[in-house]
């Protein structure tokens, strides 16, 4: 049953059999040897989202996080966790310490309240209507599109459509530019590094339309630049790459030739040989600075709800001339211009690639996250977790028999802010059920929608702490503590 699940398969180690369902788990709390760690300072009362985020992260000074680094006081953490109510609770008897922020960031205040107030005050169709509620309602959609295109530097705010999610605005550039352009023998290039809605959809529009994957390969735990390049040919249509791994925390392309390049240059490779490049900014948008006119991308997928926004919304990227030539993805209302019995007009983007009511409300609260965020600012959200994530992977490594996944970070290699890893003899499961239930840390177990990759690695499952700006080093580490409990449990009761 659980095999199927993106996050959960099976518990394969000897340990594993004992911990996987809601027996194993009483099992478990049966037999721990509980050690309870100091309880976190409690966190004081919201403060308005309006305040200013004065903090002290001098980025430059900067080069591999020591406990110091982090000692500034207050650190970004501890200013803005107020704003996140669910952060307040007490899980399994301790202090809530949330490390599945890969998976999903929790909302601010400011989010929660733009949602109510949606409901409260002027739920209306969009569009349609030319009545107050409507016209209000139709007003918010569409200036949470503007603070999308500006937030990622779009140059039309046209070029941003409204999906349910990143995996929709995928398919919608799957099927949509997909089917028009491939042609039987054409290549689409993709790293073995992507996440499963980075691949699937491109396997089933591959098969549509006889159109072959390449798949770029590891070196050192990370896409391998020079087969990357040596892949690309007259025959590449397409080029989908993450920009920054869910799993290796790299940001992709990583080291080439012992330098860090940016993702520009993967695109300057493919529209070289006549590409288009896709890019899978789940996991980055959330976390710093992206500028589509930039990077240059021609298309660029990112989802609301790993950026402080409601699920149910995320948005896709496109070069209006892309766009202007793709065909509908749905058909229905909102989409065309005229209908007719045998045949129907379509509108102009965005509204051709949003059929149907779209997710008001959502797209609402999205654009109350990236106000959250703007208010902060992704330069100094960006600083803080580079100097978090390094203190998490050195104090990580410092972890009997772990392996962490990706590269180290260095003056030129970043690391996102997660780490995922294994222990050696542990399934990463059991650490995950172990954290959760005997100290309230909350990180992924799994492959994390990247089976490919996994296998890469030489693993079926890993464990992931994944960071954000509102986690602290106290927070890290609890959770370095408790893993050591973790392992201890492990290790003596075998
Ligand atoms: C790198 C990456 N790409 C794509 C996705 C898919 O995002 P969603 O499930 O919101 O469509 C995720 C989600 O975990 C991700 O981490």
């Not at 080069?63 to 669910?86: M, N, Q």
């Not at 007490?90 to 922020?101: A, E, K, M, R």
Request: charged share 20%; with cysteine; net charge negative.
């Amino acid at each position: 049953m659980a095999a199927s699940l993106c996050h959960f398969p099976p518990a394969v180690s000897s340990s594993s059999s004992l911990f996987v369902g809601s027996k194993s788990r009483s099992l478990l709390l049966a037999v721990s040897p509980f050690k309870h760690f100091p309880s976190k300072s409690s966190i004081s009362a919201s403060l308005p989202w309006t305040r200013s985020y004065a903090v002290s992260n001098d980025a430059a000074a900067f080069s591999v996080a020591s406990p110091s680094d982090l000692r500034e006081s207050p650190s970004l953490g501890e200013i803005t966790r107020p704003d996140f109510p669910i952060l307040r609770q007490v899980v399994n008897g301790f202090n809530l310490v949330y490390f599945d922020n890969a998976a999903t960031s929790q909302k601010p205040s400011s989010v929660i309240k733009a949602l109510s107030e949606y409901y409260e005050l002027y739920n209306s169709n969009v569009h349609r209507g030319v009545h107050y509620l409507s016209a209000k309602a139709t007003d918010a959609y569409e200036e949470a599109r503007n603070k999308v295109a500006n937030f990622v530097n779009a140059a039309d705010r046209r070029e941003i459509i409204f999906t349910r999610n990143a995996t929709e605005a995928i398919n919608l550039v799957a099927y949509s530019w997909g089917a028009l352009n491939l042609r039987p023998g054409d290549e689409i290039v993709l790293t073995i590094a992507e996440h499963h809605s980075s691949i699937v959809p491109w396997q089933i529009v591959a098969k549509k339309t006889g159109a072959v994957l390449k798949y770029v390969e590891l070196t050192k735990e990370v896409p391998d630049l020079d087969q990357f390049k040596g892949l690309l040919s007259k025959n590449t249509k397409l080029v989908v790459a993450h920009h920054v791994s869910n799993v290796l925390a790299n940001l992709t392309p990583i080291t080439f030739s012992g330098s860090v390049l940016p993702i520009d240059e993967i695109v300057d490779w493919s529209h070289k040989v006549g590409a288009k490049v896709l890019v899978d900014a789940c996991q980055s948008v959330p976390h710093m600075v992206v500028d589509v006119q930039k990077l240059n991308v021609d298309f660029l997928v990112a989802s609301s709800h790993k950026m402080c926004g409601p699920t149910g919304a995320g948005f896709l990227y496109g070069k209006i001339n892309l766009l202007s030539s793709m065909p509908p993805f749905l058909g229905g209302g909102e989409m065309i211009t005229d209908v007719f019995q045998d045949y129907s007009t379509y509108a102009e983007p965005p509204s051709r690639f949003e059929a149907g009511t779209p997710a008001i409300a959502e797209a609402i609260g999205l654009g109350a996250a990236i106000d959250y965020l703007s208010s902060i600012g992704m330069e100094k959200i960006h600083n803080y977790e580079k100097k978090l994530s390094e203190y998490l992977y050195y104090q990580l490594s410092s972890v009997p028999n772990i392996h962490i996944y990706g590269p180290a970070p260095s003056d030129t290699v970043h690391r996102a802010a997660l780490c995922a890893f294994n222990v050696d003899n542990i399934h990463p499961t059991d650490i995950a059920t172990f954290l959760d239930e005997q100290h309230g840390v909350a990180v992924r177990s799994g492959h994390h929608c990247a089976q490919p990759l996994h296998r890469a690695l030489g693993v079926n499952a890993s464990a992931r702490a994944s960071l954000y700006f509102y986690n602290t080093k106290e927070e890290v580490d609890t959770f370095i503590q408790a893993l050591k409990d973790t392992i201890e449990f492990f290790t003596t009761a075998a």
